[in-house]
């Protein structure tokens, strides 16, 4: 007995004792929990009233299950996967709300969930309403999860994705965003729940998009940290991405003319928004820009041209010295003299909004070069590249020059690199010139004149059909023309193999009406025919790989490899030159269209180019024949 309530007695002072030893934790949680603490770090995050809204319903459900809602949570789980496979929607629908009244704060829960039903579940359905209506619920369900996760950027993204992507670039695109444009109304759920309108505004999914987008960045902002799921410079990219594939969609659908330059232009001011923004790169501890003044880059390019010129011109010296021959003296003098030009010229271009943009370590070394640009100011590019003591104390005091201008351009060196790195990461100055460009008169009507065939030749009409293909490839031509960087980017290749290639594409056209449609002289596929071939490798390349193939026998002796590997060095080779003859002759083509030549013009200078090549080549082999058989005799 005495035992017994000796026990008793140490148990309840235990207890007493924990409970003493806890009170100071209690009363610091209860304190971090208050009004002022939250106030001053908005950052921590210790009850549901600081994550977001408080559903009373799912606290007393937590409240109730304790330490049992891990295994309730994962019951639900298994469950609401079997409903999937069996196509118990409505039941599908109801488990998933179980799930997130278990698990309310765990951010992952609701973006699976709304993936799930967006992409998966959608995915099940072949009628496009239905096909719509999950992507819509999984969009409803992600909207929900961003009202009680008020502390993450994360799902305001993805509900901004689901709009761009799963509505915008769907198979059934067109079908999607005009459903999505026309859901104004009230409607009842799987559950029996009236919901509210999901597009009360008659928003364009893109314009949805970006408005989330947005609130995705300015949730960022306010917890003043990078985004946990992407790049930073990538994920602050898609307001802007938002704006350039309405103005896409929106031609793709037949809206020209001031509407579609519009939009771009709206799409460039966004774009711009986006690229003045300065990234923080943590590993390196700097920031960076996508965009600068026109100036700065200009002197940034000016300083780089300079460095490359020096480097190529001293380095040649230092491996093979000075040459012997007054020829190879003269091309090492014409170095010298872009060198110096270009260093100089980069030095006086850099001004205080240059400067702004580098280390401040930048500025000194910047005016050290500046102040010793005596040593090269009257130095003779001919001495420079002359034996002797006079062209020994010339190049001694080029190199003392160089010296501190690359202190000076390392600093650039380091900007350009991460502005070109952070820029690849989202395209940056092909979406920035893309935008310019598509604002252009010839561009805006040449999109028209490709929609209109397209149309004419959906509904027969082959003749119109042709005219209107026509007037926007000579158009198009000469956009390409004008635009060097664009006649040679991927994009624009794809693009233009769909136009001429595609189902409704010109070649097929021209197939229909039974004329000539020989890609490589075909009078307006010409120009194209590098981009509409640029993804199709010569044959010789098929030939190489079959012998690379046949180089795996190991009973081949050491000879025959020999032999099979110079003939696919031979082959490659000459695959790369057909690739590249393919692509200079398009571009001459698209030049001359850009200076106002017509693509029938063209056509008859190429023809009369490639008879005169064939003349040449047979009077080749006939003269290599003749001496041949001379020699023979």
Same mark, same amino acid.
């Given at each position: 007995?005495?035992?017994?309530?000796?026990?008793?007695?140490?148990?309840?002072?235990?207890?007493?004792?924990?409970?003493?030893?806890?009170?100071?934790?209690?009363?610091?949680?209860?304190?971090?929990?208050?009004?002022?603490?939250?106030?001053?770090?908005?950052?921590?995050?210790?009850?549901?009233?600081?994550?977001?809204?408080?559903?009373?319903?799912?606290?007393?459900?937590?409240?109730?299950?304790?330490?049992?809602?891990?295994?309730?949570?994962?019951?639900?789980?298994?469950?609401?996967?079997?409903?999937?496979?069996?196509?118990?929607?409505?039941?599908?629908?109801?488990?998933?709300?179980?799930?997130?009244?278990?698990?309310?704060?765990?951010?992952?829960?609701?973006?699976?969930?709304?993936?799930?039903?967006?992409?998966?579940?959608?995915?099940?359905?072949?009628?496009?309403?239905?096909?719509?209506?999950?992507?819509?619920?999984?969009?409803?369900?992600?909207?929900?999860?961003?009202?009680?996760?008020?502390?993450?950027?994360?799902?305001?993204?993805?509900?901004?994705?689901?709009?761009?992507?799963?509505?915008?670039?769907?198979?059934?695109?067109?079908?999607?965003?005009?459903?999505?444009?026309?859901?104004?109304?009230?409607?009842?759920?799987?559950?029996?729940?009236?919901?509210?309108?999901?597009?009360?505004?008659?928003?364009?999914?893109?314009?949805?998009?970006?408005?989330?987008?947005?609130?995705?960045?300015?949730?960022?902002?306010?917890?003043?940290?990078?985004?946990?799921?992407?790049?930073?410079?990538?994920?602050?990219?898609?307001?802007?991405?938002?704006?350039?594939?309405?103005?896409?969609?929106?031609?793709?659908?037949?809206?020209?003319?001031?509407?579609?330059?519009?939009?771009?232009?709206?799409?460039?001011?966004?774009?711009?928004?986006?690229?003045?923004?300065?990234?923080?790169?943590?590993?390196?501890?700097?920031?960076?820009?996508?965009?600068?003044?026109?100036?700065?880059?200009?002197?940034?390019?000016?300083?780089?041209?300079?460095?490359?010129?020096?480097?190529?011109?001293?380095?040649?010296?230092?491996?093979?010295?000075?040459?012997?021959?007054?020829?190879?003296?003269?091309?090492?003098?014409?170095?010298?003299?872009?060198?110096?030009?270009?260093?100089?010229?980069?030095?006086?271009?850099?001004?205080?909004?240059?400067?702004?943009?580098?280390?401040?370590?930048?500025?000194?070394?910047?005016?050290?070069?500046?102040?010793?640009?005596?040593?090269?100011?009257?130095?003779?590019?001919?001495?420079?590249?002359?034996?002797?003591?006079?062209?020994?104390?010339?190049?001694?005091?080029?190199?003392?020059?160089?010296?501190?201008?690359?202190?000076?351009?390392?600093?650039?060196?380091?900007?350009?690199?991460?502005?070109?790195?952070?820029?690849?990461?989202?395209?940056?100055?092909?979406?920035?010139?893309?935008?310019?460009?598509?604002?252009?008169?010839?561009?805006?009507?040449?999109?028209?004149?490709?929609?209109?065939?397209?149309?004419?030749?959906?509904?027969?009409?082959?003749?119109?059909?042709?005219?209107?293909? &026509?007037?926007?490839?000579? $158009?198009?031509?000469?956009? /390409? =023309?004008?635009? #060097?960087? %664009?006649?040679?980017? !991927?994009?624009? *290749? &794809?693009?233009?193999?769909? $136009?001429?290639?595609?189902? /409704? =594409?010109?070649? #097929?056209? %021209?197939?229909?009406? !039974?004329?000539? *449609?020989?890609?490589?002289?075909?009078?307006?596929?010409?120009?194209?025919?590098?981009?509409?071939?640029?993804?199709?490798?010569?044959?010789?390349?098929?030939?190489?790989?079959?012998?690379?193939?046949?180089?795996?026998?190991?009973?081949?002796?050491?000879?025959?490899?020999?032999?099979?590997?110079?003939?696919?060095?031979?082959?490659?080779?000459?695959?790369?030159?057909?690739?590249?003859?393919?692509?200079?002759?398009?571009?001459?083509?698209?030049?001359?269209?850009?200076?106002?030549?017509?693509?029938?013009?063209?056509?008859?200078?190429?023809?009369?180019?490639?008879?005169?090549?064939?003349?040449?080549?047979?009077?080749?082999?006939?003269?290599?024949?003749?001496?041949?058989?001379?020699?023979?005799?």
């Amino acid at each position: 007995m005495r035992r017994s309530l000796l026990r008793k007695i140490v148990l309840m002072i235990g207890i007493l004792a924990c409970f003493v030893a806890t009170w100071p934790a209690r009363l610091a949680i209860e304190y971090m929990r208050s009004e002022e603490y939250q106030k001053q770090h908005p950052e921590v995050h210790l009850s549901q009233a600081t994550l977001g809204n408080v559903d009373p319903t799912n606290a007393a459900v937590l409240l109730i299950l304790g330490g049992l809602r891990g295994v309730a949570a994962n019951y639900l789980w298994v469950r609401a996967e079997e409903l999937q496979k069996n196509h118990r929607w409505s039941e599908l629908a109801l488990e998933v709300d179980r799930i997130i009244k278990l698990q309310p704060h765990f951010v992952s829960v609701w973006r699976f969930q709304s993936w799930n039903l967006a992409y998966n579940v959608s995915a099940e359905w072949d009628q496009v309403n239905d096909k719509y209506y999950w992507i819509r619920e999984g969009i409803r369900f992600a909207q929900r999860g961003t009202e009680v996760n008020q502390h993450e950027e994360t799902l305001s993204w993805w509900t901004g994705w689901c709009y761009f992507h799963k509505i915008g670039k769907a198979d059934e695109a067109r079908l999607l965003r005009e459903l999505f444009r026309e859901d104004t109304e009230p409607e009842i759920d799987a559950r029996g729940i009236q919901q509210p309108p999901f597009n009360p505004k008659q928003l364009d999914n893109y314009e949805a998009a970006e408005i989330w987008f947005v609130r995705a960045e300015q949730k960022l902002d306010e917890l003043n940290r990078p985004p946990r799921q992407m790049a930073e410079v990538a994920f602050r990219s898609y307001p802007g991405h938002a704006r350039i594939q309405l103005a896409i969609a929106s031609e793709n659908e037949g809206q020209f003319g001031d509407e579609a330059a519009r939009r771009w232009s709206s799409a460039l001011e966004r774009w711009l928004q986006f690229g003045a923004r300065e990234y923080y790169v943590r590993h390196v501890k700097r920031s960076v820009r996508l965009d600068y003044r026109p100036e700065v880059f200009a002197a940034f390019n000016r300083a780089r041209i300079g460095q490359s010129y020096a480097y190529a011109t001293l380095r040649s010296i230092d491996q093979s010295g000075i040459p012997e021959s007054a020829e190879a003296r003269k091309a090492l003098a014409d170095g010298f003299k872009l060198a110096l030009r270009n260093m100089q010229d980069a030095l006086g271009m850099v001004n205080r909004a240059v400067l702004r943009e580098l280390p401040a370590e930048a500025a000194q070394a910047y005016e050290a070069a500046k102040a010793n640009i005596s040593l090269v100011a009257n130095l003779d590019p001919e001495l420079l590249a002359s034996p002797g003591p006079q062209g020994e104390e010339a190049r001694r005091q080029f190199r003392e020059f160089h010296r501190l201008y690359y202190e000076f351009y390392k600093y650039v060196d380091e900007e350009l690199f991460w502005n070109q790195k952070y820029g690849g990461l989202v395209n940056y100055r092909y979406w920035k010139n893309r935008c310019i460009v598509e604002m252009e008169p010839d561009t805006l009507q040449a999109r028209e004149f490709f929609y209109r065939a397209q149309r004419a030749f959906e509904e027969g009409d082959l003749v119109a059909a042709k005219e209107y293909f &026509e007037q926007g490839l000579q $158009l198009w031509a000469a956009v /390409l =023309g004008r635009n #060097r960087w %664009l006649a040679v980017d !991927d994009q624009t *290749a &794809e693009e233009t193999h769909e $136009l001429i290639m595609g189902p /409704l =594409g010109y070649h #097929r056209l %021209l197939r229909q009406l !039974d004329e000539p *449609a020989d890609p490589a002289t075909h009078p307006y596929i010409a120009p194209f025919y590098y981009l509409i071939d640029k993804f199709v490798p010569p044959e010789q390349y098929e030939q190489a790989m079959k012998l690379g193939a046949r180089l795996q026998n190991r009973r081949l002796s050491d000879e025959e490899k020999r032999r099979l590997q110079q003939e696919m060095f031979r082959l490659v080779k000459e695959g790369e030159k057909i690739k590249e003859q393919r692509k200079q002759r398009s571009l001459r083509m698209l030049e001359r269209a850009g200076q106002g030549a017509s693509l029938e013009e063209l056509a008859r200078e190429f023809r009369l180019g490639e008879s005169q090549e064939k003349q040449a080549e047979q009077q080749e082999q006939s003269e290599s024949s003749n001496a041949a058989s001379r020699g023979g005799k």
